[in-house]
């Protein structure tokens, strides 16, 4: 079992820059990790992605590609996501999603708010 619990969302202006953590209890060795985002009225949509620790491999999608980017910090089970150059279009809660073993099973945190005004 992991419980995953995000902070790190605010209110910024557009060009600004925010950080995202997740924070996980329980064991996250082995686990493919990422960032899904939903804005109000739109699907959920993944963000970002990071295999696990021994691979590392990152993925992005295609609209954050350049500006954001995600880290994870093993020793303190953290995951991360750099956001900067912020626009509009990424005002959504972001949610941090975890993988056992990369595998099918999910764990999600409840989100954190992330607001952009132009």
């Known amino acids: 079992q992991v419980t995953l619990a995000e902070s790190g969302g605010d209110s910024v202006q557009a060009g600004g820059s925010l950080r995202l953590s997740c924070v996980a209890q329980?064991?996250?060795?082995?686990?493919?990790m990422g960032w899904f985002r939903q804005a109000p009225g739109k699907e959920r949509e993944g963000v970002a992605s990071?295999?696990?620790?021994?691979?590392?491999?990152?993925r992005y999608a295609e609209s954050v590609k350049g500006r954001f980017t995600i880290t994870r910090d093993n020793a303190k089970n953290t995951l991360h996501l750099e956001m900067n150059r912020l626009t509009p279009e990424d005002t959504a809660m972001y949610y941090c999603?975890?993988?056992?073993?990369?595998?099918?099973?999910?764990?999600w945190g409840q989100g954190t708010q992330v607001t952009v005004s132009s």
């Open positions: 990071i295999d696990s620790e021994d691979v590392g491999r990152t």
């Open positions: 999603v975890a993988y056992p073993g990369c595998g099918t099973t999910q764990y």
């Open positions: 329980g064991s996250t060795y082995r686990s493919c």
